[in-house]
């Protein structure tokens, strides 16, 4: 059954159920790196192999598989897709929790990847689908806030199941409440027609991959938002990753302390930053397109100096809020560059042209971010001892700043691959 795409009270709710659902996208991704003090003592590893845990595993086969995935959306019912894809990642978040070394953990977080590659690529499609062209980057921004208010609860909740009972725990709950999720969201989520409120309309069958790979391939704007967007990802993968082994070593905190604060920083900063970006991006585009490029690269351009800031202040609970400002900023790309992606293509393409957007974003994001500030960190521990993961997460902060000059070359040719 198909939703009208204009019922704005449905809309509405639609969204709120796709940013549960990508709330425990975030959820399941991120509980690794609250955990990782517990498991790194249990498990006896080094922080090259809690980077490969944290990042690579679960990219190997989420970044591969999002592109048949989409190419199935952009054909078959999204929804179901997407129920699927809950049930699969939350079972493997579930097991995650019985491993008993790092070969066991890394096969379950191959299996996360392998579930939630189905479970953003389809929501962007659906959200075009639900709302006019003048508000897509302000729903797609409240979409993306599932990224801090997953984040958030994970840090928090995995934290604290952690710190009362084991870390083996906190993935066994937050997975069995997602498998518990998922056919809630099937009965309570319907299709909506797809391009209803576009035009003109889309085709009648949906273009093949070589097809939507032409089109994107001769569009400058493409290659430098998911680029800048990958090289940004790098570094906030990495950051969301680590900063909570960082606080323990660097500010001898305890566990349930840092999950406190990190879930308070997440959150506020995250959906503060979000929610920034999408509302300029809206308001500064209907003037000009460039704005959702030129958005986040100022936003960039801000974040480097000021991450860089926070690590080298002294450790003491005073510097802790320095970290909010630039973890609101480094956040502020989504809703815009999102947004523009579904405009690059016709609708009919928008989830395989998003398959394609994620695929090198968490290629290099999630497939490098926590596996290089780990491998920095172990290299550095030979000079820096504890302190060794402060000075790898300063190393990565220059990321930024390439991200910066990507969303700046966007910029120059966004208005002119802006699908009419």
């Not at 909740?157 to 998922?182: D, E, K």
């Not at 070589?210 to 998911?226: D, E, N």
């Amino acid at each position: 059954m198909q939703a009208r795409s204009g019922s704005e009270a449905y809309a509405r709710f639609a969204l709120a159920m796709l940013l549960l659902v990508y709330a425990f996208n975030f959820i399941d991704r991120i509980i690794l790196g609250i955990l990782v003090p517990p498991i790194k003592l249990e498990l006896h590893l080094t922080d090259t192999q809690l980077g490969l845990l944290g990042g690579t595993a679960f990219a190997l086969f989420y970044t591969v598989l999002g592109i048949p995935i989409g190419w199935l959306a952009d054909r078959f019912n999204r929804v179901w897709i997407m129920t699927i894809s809950l049930a699969l990642w939350s079972a493997f978040a579930a097991v995650s929790g019985l491993a008993q070394n790092f070969s066991q953990l890394f096969i379950a977080r191959l299996g996360v990847g392998i579930g939630e590659a189905g479970g953003v690529a389809p929501a962007y499609s659906l959200i075009s689908d639900y709302f006019r062209p003048a508000r897509r980057a302000r729903a797609l921004a409240i979409y993306s806030f599932g990224i801090p208010i997953g984040s958030a609860a994970g840090l928090l909740f995995g934290g604290i199941i952690a710190s009362r009972v084991n870390w083996r725990m906190a993935f066994i709950v937050v997975g069995g409440l997602g498998v518990i999720l998922a056919p809630l969201f099937r009965y309570a989520v319907r299709e909506p027609v797809r391009g209803g409120l576009d035009a003109p309309a889309p085709a009648r069958h949906p273009p093949s991959l070589p097809a939507v790979v032409r089109l994107l391939a001769g569009k400058i704007s493409f290659w430098s938002l998911s680029l800048g967007g990958g090289t940004s990802s790098l570094m906030g993968y990495g950051m969301f990753f680590w900063l909570p082994s960082y606080f323990v070593r660097s500010y001898h905190l305890s566990l349930a302390q840092i999950s406190w604060y990190l879930s308070a920083l997440t959150f506020f900063g995250g959906v503060a930053g979000i929610w920034l970006g999408g509302w300029l991006a809206d308001r500064l585009g209907r003037y000009n397109r460039s704005a959702y490029a030129l958005v986040p690269a100022g936003a960039f351009l801000i974040t480097a100096p000021l991450y860089v800031l926070g690590v080298l202040a002294p450790p003491s609970l005073w510097s802790l809020p320095l970290f909010l400002l630039p973890t609101a900023l480094a956040l502020a790309w989504l809703g815009p560059t999102i947004c523009a992606i579904q405009h690059l293509v016709l609708p009919n393409m928008r989830t395989l042209a998003s398959a394609l957007f994620l695929f090198i974003n968490n290629l290099i994001g999630l497939g490098l971010g926590a596996l290089l500030i780990g491998r920095l960190s172990d290299h550095f521990a030979v000079r820096y001892g504890s302190e060794s993961l402060r000075y790898a997460i300063l190393s990565g902060t220059g990321f930024y700043l390439i991200s910066a000059a990507l969303f700046f070359l966007a910029a120059r040719y966004l208005a002119r691959e802006w699908q009419k």
